[in-house]
């Protein structure tokens, strides 16, 4: 009887252990599955902040493309303001021209 008092007693106090190490896995267990929740929601925020870089990027490009047009254009613009220019002179010193003529006659 003491025998069998023993093992009792011995299989209750390996049942508590047991039964502790189930609740420390358990607190483990929810541990880990909050962690993949968070790197769950991180990887959400990860791709979607790859999506804005991926989209201001293109906009940076079209913006670059854009500038390097109107920069394009402007010159054209200069090189016609220049031109407009020229032949202004050239109208001013014919329109001289006639005003010396017209004064001779």
């Known amino acids: ?3 069998l008092s023993s093992l009792s007693r011995t299989f209750e106090e390996e049942t508590r252990r047991l039964n502790h190490e189930l609740a420390s896995l358990d607190d483990l ?3 880990v599955d909050a962690a993949k929740i968070e ?4 990887e959400a925020v990860g791709i979607e902040t790859c999506g804005a870089v991926k989209t ?3 906009a940076l490009r079209d913006a670059d493309e854009r500038a390097a047009a109107l920069h394009a254009e402007h ?3 200069d090189a ?3 031109k407009l220019a020229r032949e202004v002179e050239t109208l001013e010193r014919q329109n001289d021209g ?3 003529i017209a004064r001779e006659v």
């Not at 790197?39 to 991180?42: D, F, I, L, Y």
């Open 1 to 3: 009887e003491a025998s």
């Open 29 to 31: 267990q929810r541990s």
């Open 39 to 42: 790197s769950a929601r991180a």
């Open 56 to 58: 201001a990027k293109s």
């Open 75 to 77: 010159e054209t613009l």
């Open 80 to 82: 016609a303001d220049v």
């Open 98 to 100: 006639v005003r010396d």
